[in-house]
């Protein structure tokens, strides 16, 4: 049942894709409406759409973060696994 779930999800992505870009858009037009009582809390809050650009900024950053992580932990040189020619032995 989740395969055939995630089946159509991915035959249907281009269509999910633009539904979260509509409700993405939906969220920060509706920030322009949210009434605003004095100042906030933060610095952020007087300000339209700040917590979503600082959460799509977070998401990116830790994305870029990660994949360094990786690669530098877990990537290996193309040849490790080969058989070393000069000493005959695997590494």
Same mark, same amino acid.
Do not use: N
């Given at each position: 049942?989740?395969?055939?779930?995630? *089946?159509?999800?991915?035959?249907? =992505?281009? !269509?999910?894709? /633009?539904? @979260? +870009?509509?409700?993405?858009?939906?969220? #920060?037009?509706?920030?322009?409406?949210?009434?605003?009582?004095?100042? *906030?809390?933060?610095?952020?809050? =007087?300000? !339209?759409?700040? /917590?979503? @650009? +600082?959460?799509?900024?977070?998401?990116? #950053?830790?994305?870029?973060?990660?994949?360094?992580?990786?690669?530098?932990?877990?990537?290996?040189?193309?040849?490790?696994?080969?058989?070393?020619?000069?000493?005959?032995?695997?590494?």
């Amino acid at each position: 049942m989740m395969g055939k779930f995630f *089946g159509f999800l991915q035959q249907k =992505s281009s !269509i999910l894709k /633009w539904l @979260f +870009f509509i409700f993405l858009a939906g969220t #920060v037009c509706f920030d322009f409406f949210v009434p605003r009582h004095g100042h *906030g809390h933060f610095f952020g809050d =007087s300000i !339209i759409g700040f /917590w979503g @650009f +600082f959460g799509l900024i977070g998401c990116l #950053v830790m994305i870029i973060f990660c994949k360094g992580i990786a690669h530098s932990f877990l990537m290996k040189d193309v040849d490790y696994y080969w058989e070393d020619e000069d000493e005959g032995i695997v590494r």
